[in-house]
């Protein structure tokens, strides 16, 4: 899966976080979110990957681009947010 800046700040939206709780939510820092979604910078892999795991354990599901562009759907909950304290820790993959 590869995670577009839109699909960060849209899933973001969903769950109603702020970069500083995304970053902390995936262990990397806000810096990296920010230049993310601003398009500044691509993400490492790595980082990629972790961004991507947090938000499916929040709820989130990223959908890809299959000729109707990417998107971004929240699942499971009746549309409400899990609490930022409720989402596990994801380290690295190695």
């Given at each position: 899966?590869?995670?577009?800046?839109?699909?960060?700040?849209?899933?973001?939206?969903?769950?109603?976080?702020?970069?500083?709780?995304?970053?902390?939510?995936?262990?990397?820092?806000?810096?990296?979110?920010?230049?993310?979604?601003?398009?500044?910078?691509?993400?490492?892999?790595?980082?990629?990957?972790?961004?991507?795991?947090?938000?499916?354990?929040?709820?989130?599901?990223?959908l890809a681009d299959e000729g109707g562009?990417?998107?971004?759907?929240?699942?499971?909950?009746?549309?409400?947010?899990?609490?930022?304290?409720?989402?596990?820790?994801?380290?690295?993959?190695d």
């Amino acid at each position: 899966m590869v995670l577009s800046p839109a699909q960060c700040r849209a899933a973001r939206g969903f769950l109603d976080w702020t970069q500083d709780q995304l970053a902390s939510a995936a262990g990397v820092s806000r810096s990296t979110i920010r230049d993310f979604e601003v398009g500044r910078h691509a993400l490492h892999r790595a980082t990629e990957s972790v961004l991507v795991r947090t938000f499916e354990a929040a709820g989130i599901r990223l959908l890809a681009d299959e000729g109707g562009g990417c998107g971004v759907r929240l699942c499971g909950g009746g549309g409400a947010a899990p609490d930022i304290a409720a989402v596990p820790h994801i380290p690295p993959a190695d």
